[in-house]
């Protein structure tokens, strides 16, 4: 695996501007839903199996990272905790190089060994967290 830095080439998906404005519509979407008053989504999967699925948490995660009570979103649920941390980073990060037109990093060259390695780790993530979720006190989603 390899991380280049380059300019954007002709015709290329700007990966950048697509995921930061994904991300943004998602935030605006989010804070429409709560300013609005919509009641607040419910898992279907804890309410069949009275267990937690491995994003319940999620929301309150969210709003307490938003709130920067960063141990209460960490309690929520580490893996999303984790995940709004890293997109907050990239979206500094395309913003930054969008607005200077900067070039662009791009993972390159994976082997098969690290496809195969990343795959595993993510499922062992999920699997973590889950795991963590599990233990967490009845009742408390």
């Not at 309150?60 to 980073?89: E, M, Q, Y």
């Amino acid at each position: 695996m390899r991380v280049i830095r380059r300019p954007l080439a002709p015709g290329e998906t700007d990966h950048e501007l697509v995921w930061l404005c994904v991300s943004l519509v998602g935030l605006a979407l989010a804070a429409t839903w709560f300013v609005v008053g919509l009641p607040w989504p419910h898992c279907i999967f804890l309410a069949i199996s009275g267990h937690p699925c491995v994003t319940c948490g999620a929301t309150r995660c969210a709003i307490a990272l938003f709130h920067a009570d960063f141990w209460t979103a960490w309690k929520w649920n580490p893996l999303v905790f984790s995940v709004l941390c890293g997109l907050s980073i990239f979206d500094a990060y395309a913003f930054a190089v969008l607005a200077t037109r900067s070039p662009r990093l791009r993972i390159a060259q994976f082997s098969p060994a690290e496809k195969t390695f990343l795959r595993v780790f993510a499922v062992v993530l999920l699997l973590l967290n889950w795991i963590y979720l599990l233990s967490r006190p009845a009742g408390l989603f």
